[in-house]
C-alpha cells in the first residue's frame, strides 16, 4: 500500500514516520511548503530547520523525501479567506481552511493521486463502521485535534491514516526521545497552520494594519482605552486588551465605527448564550446516520477546547441550529461550529457561525 506522509517537522508528525514503518510501511514523506517566501513584504517563517529535521527522518528510516510548493494556492485559499473575514470583523479559522484545502485538497488533487492513503500527525483517529469510514476522536481527548478537520470531507476520510491517534502527547514525546528524533523536545506549534513561526497578530498587522480606535465598556459607555484595530479582537476575547481592574471580555464589535465593547466580571450576561446559527454547514458523511428536521441530540464545540458542550441540533432552512444545555461564551461569527455524536466519539461535520 502506497503512503504519503506528510510531514512538517515538528514532533507530532515525526513521530508517525516510524509508526508508519512499524506497522510494515514504506511511506514516502513528503514536506509542504507554503511559507509565502516571493510575497512582497514577507514575513520571516523560514522552514530550513523543519525541512533539515524532515529530511534527517527520511535518511534513518531510509524513505523518499519530496519537497512540494504550495505557497500559491495556499495564498488563494488559505489567507485570502483568512483576511477577508477579519477584515469584515468575523473570526476565521485558517487552521480548519488549511486540512480541508490545502493538506487533504491541494496536496490530493496535485501529488496524493498515485497514494492509497494520506498519513498525518493529527490527534485523531478514522473508525470504520458498517463498512463505511468516520472521522473519530483520539486517545488524548486534551489533544484531539477533531475540531480543527471538522470541515473534511467523505472523500477525503477515505484516504485519511493518523498514526499517532492512540496515543498521549507524553506517549509521542517519549517515542521520540527513544527513537533519537531531533524533534522530541521541539515546542508545539502556535501559529497559523503550517505558519508556526509567525504570531497570527503580527501576520494580521502586516496585511491589514493597524487603526486605532476606542474600547467601550458594554453596559454604561464609558470609554476605558483605545485598541488597535477591531480585527485583532474576536467576540469572547479576554487576554490582550491591556484594561486594568478586570477580568474584561469582548461582547460585541462595531466594525463602521471601529469600537470594541468589553464587559467586566468572568460571567457578563451579554457574552452568552444558548443558541447558535450555523450557516454552510457539512456533513463528513454525505449521508447523515439521522435526519435533522426535528432536534436531535448532540455534543459539539465551537472553539477548539478538551471539553464539548451538549444540547440539540436542528435544521431550520438554510442553517442548521444548536441549541445549548446550557448558556456557552465567545460565540463569534465566522468560527466554526463542530459537531460530535453524543457518546464524543465521531465527528459528524461543521458550519460557520452565523
Not at 475540531?147 to 506517549?171: A, H
Not at 436531535?296 to 472553539?303: A, D, E, S, T
Amino acid at each position: 500500500m502506497n503512503i504519503a506522509a506528510l510531514v512538517s517537522g515538528g514532533v507530532d508528525s515525526s513521530v508517525t514516520i516510524p509508526r508508519l514503518v512499524q506497522m510494515g510501511y514504506n511511506p514516502t514523506i513528503f514536506y509542504i511548503k507554503i511559507g509565502m517566501e516571493n510575497e512582497p513584504g514577507y514575513l520571516d517563517c523560514s522552514s530550513e530547520e523543519d525541512i533539515e529535521i524532515t529530511a534527517f527522518i527520511a535518511n534513518k528510516y531510509k524513505l523518499k523525501f519530496e519537497i512540494v510548493d504550495l505557497q500559491k494556492i495556499y495564498w488563494e485559499r488559505v489567507i485570502s479567506y483568512t483576511l477577508d473575514e477579519v477584515k469584515k470583523g468575523l473570526t476565521p479559522n485558517p487552521d480548519v481552511m488549511c486540512n480541508r484545502m490545502i493538506k487533504f485538497g491541494a496536496f490530493e488533487e496535485q501529488y496524493g493521486k498515485d497514494f492509497d492513503l494520506i498519513s498525518t500527525g493529527h490527534y485523531a483517529k478514522i473508525k470504520s463502521i458498517n463498512n463505511k469510514k468516520y472521522l473519530a476522536t483520539s486517545a488524548d481527548k486534551r489533544k484531539d485535534q477533531t475540531y480543527f478537520l471538522g470541515q473534511i470531507t467523505q472523500q477525503q476520510v477515505n484516504k485519511l491514516i493518523f498514526p499517532i491517534g492512540d496515543l498521549q502527547k507524553s506517549e509521542v514525546r517519549r517515542l521520540a526521545v527513544e527513537m533519537k528524533l531531533p524533534s522530541a523536545n521541539r515546542p508545539d506549534s502556535q501559529g497559523i497552520c503550517f505558519l508556526g513561526k509567525i504570531n497570527y497578530n503580527d501576520f494580521i498587522r502586516k496585511y491589514v494594519g493597524e487603526k486605532s480606535g476606542d474600547i467601550i465598556e458594554f453596559e454604561t459607555g464609558k470609554k476605558l482605552g483605545q485598541h488597535k484595530g477591531f480585527w485583532f479582537h474576536t467576540i469572547g476575547q479576554r487576554k490582550g486588551l491591556g484594561l486594568s481592574q478586570g477580568p474584561w471580555f469582548v461582547v460585541k464589535k462595531d466594525t463602521e465605527q471601529n469600537i470594541i465593547y468589553v464587559s467586566n466580571g468572568y460571567d457578563p450576561t451579554s457574552q452568552y448564550g444558548n443558541i447558535v446559527n450555523l450557516k454552510h454547514f457539512q456533513f463528513i458523511n454525505e449521508k447523515p446516520d439521522q435526519d435533522y428536521s426535528s432536534p436531535k441530540r448532540i455534543k459539539f464545540k465551537i472553539r477548539h477546547t478538551p471539553e464539548f458542550s451538549g444540547g440539540t441540533l436542528v435544521k431550520k432552512g438554510d442553517l442548521f441550529v444548536i441549541d445549548s444545555d446550557e448558556k456557552i461564551a465567545g460565540i463569534a461569527a465566522g468560527q466554526f461550529g463542530v459537531i460530535y455524536n453524543e457518546d464524543e466519539k465521531i465527528c459528524l461535520g461543521s458550519g460557520a457561525i452565523s
